[in-house]
């Protein structure tokens, strides 16, 4: 499996922006997808956005024009850049990483967990 390291959450205003980071370690070359996602006080844990190994992104509809997630595989790292912040965006954002046979998950590692607090 792999290790993941958030980073770059923070307290940001309403409008503001914020990017988030993910550095991976371990066995990177058995990863199928990687994503964010985030859960707020007495919320399911959702998903934000993903990234597969082709390439393909995808997103809530919620974040849809405002979020972005993108990945450099020189440094083994995914991001997620937040734009247009609102106060409903205030989470924990987990950084996620996966290993699929077809549409199984033979494993899924989490991150720590990033706070980014959206203040109006």
């Known amino acids: 499996q792999v290790q993941l390291v958030e980073s770059g959450g923070g307290l940001v205003q309403a409008g503001g922006s914020l990017r988030l980071s993910c550095a991976a370690s371990?066995?990177?070359?058995?990863?199928?997808?990687m994503g964010w996602y985030r859960q707020a006080p007495g919320n399911q844990r959702e998903l934000v956005a993903a990234i597969a190994s082709g390439g393909s992104t995808s997103y809530a509809d919620s974040v849809k024009g405002r979020f972005t997630i993108s990945r450099d595989n020189a440094k083994n790292t995914v991001y997620l850049q937040m734009n247009s912040l609102k106060p409903e965006d205030t989470s924990v954002y987990y950084c996620?990483?996966?290993?699929?046979?077809?549409?199984?998950?033979?494993?899924?590692?989490w991150g720590q967990g990033t706070q980014v607090t959206v203040s109006s």
């Open positions: 996620n990483a996966e290993r699929l046979n077809g549409e199984s998950v033979l494993w899924r590692s």
């Open positions: 371990g066995s990177i070359s058995s990863i199928n997808a």
